[in-house]
């Protein structure tokens, strides 16, 4: 396989970087550190980033197709405004075990998908939600221990998903009309050593990109779930990845320095970076959400 070359877009310096997304409307890279408690704005044009400060920890943060931005945060949703204004929707329940959003994504018909993770290290509490345009909330799969990254097929009959616990990447069979889920099978396996799979997404040609948390890389299976490419990176809490740019030739990855050691971190000085490669294929127009 041949190397990629990995250039720093932004700096280190996020505890945990997540849910990078491409805003073609605006031609920035939108994404959240979830410890640092922020939204983050790239605008590569001119190589500066800007954020948000939030009060509670984001999951992730969507366009919408009236402008602004969809979030799963703390432990419901909200609306954060063009204006900075955060309007909140609705809070998720909660149980014996603490939960808090994590990872999202919208389907083609605009919807919300969003899951959860327990705060206190416990498995099976959370769930994987869909929020419609209405905000009407459905729980879509439960019991989930660690919900991450999720996408759809470019055909939209497939949707990926991602339970990190589960040490593999499941696969859906996917209704868009309605957003009904079946069968669900396993897709691929990332179950060496401590490597967990994170975030995903899914390029033009139907392949599906993993981050590889613990793993300091992402990897690129084919629709048979063939590893075909795998790109490394120089610190090894790879958290998710989207292709962006004009022609969304562009792979942006997040990375995080939340738990290294003093040791780990000056072995790894690039925790905490948004990465950007070009590798050779490209991703897809990120879907926004219908509100």
Not at 46 to 61: R, S, W, Y
Request: proline fraction near 8%.
């Amino acid at each position: 396989m041949p190397s990629v070359p990995v250039e720093i877009a932004v700096a280190p310096g996020a505890g945990l970087a997540e849910g990078p997304v491409w805003d073609d409307v605006n031609g920035r890279l939108v994404w959240v550190d979830v410890v640092g408690r922020a939204v983050h704005f790239y605008d590569p044009a001119i190589g500066v980033d800007t954020f948000i400060e939030l009060d509670e920890m984001p999951g992730v943060a969507l366009p919408c197709v009236s402008g602004g931005l969809v979030l799963a945060i703390g432990s419901g949703f909200a609306l954060l405004h063009p204006d900075g204004r955060l309007e909140r929707i609705l809070e998720i329940p909660q149980g014996p075990q603490p939960t808090r959003m994590n990872d999202g994504n919208c389907d083609a018909a605009g919807r919300l998908w969003a899951g959860t993770i327990t705060t206190r290290d416990a498995a099976n509490a959370g769930a994987l939600y869909r929020l419609d345009p209405d905000l009407a909330v459905t729980v879509v799969i439960k019991p989930v221990s660690e919900s991450n990254g999720i996408d759809w097929s470019p055909d939209d009959r497939l949707m990926y998903y991602v339970d990190s616990r589960e040490r593999r990447v499941d696969m859906f069979d996917f209704d868009v009309d309605t957003g009904a889920v079946v069968n669900r099978r396993p897709f691929v396996a990332i179950d060496d050593g401590d490597v967990l799979p994170d975030g995903l997404t899914v390029d033009a040609e139907g392949c599906v990109w993993v981050a590889c948390w613990n793993g300091a890389a992402v990897r690129r299976f084919t629709p048979k779930g063939l590893v075909d490419r795998v790109i490394d990176f120089p610190t090894r809490e790879i958290t998710s990845c989207t292709f962006g740019g004009d022609d969304l030739a562009d792979l942006y990855v997040t990375s995080a320095r939340d738990g290294l050691t003093p040791a780990q971190l000056s072995r790894e000085p690039e925790a905490g970076a948004v990465f950007v490669c070009s590798p050779g294929v490209t991703g897809r127009s990120q879907r926004p959400f219908h509100r």
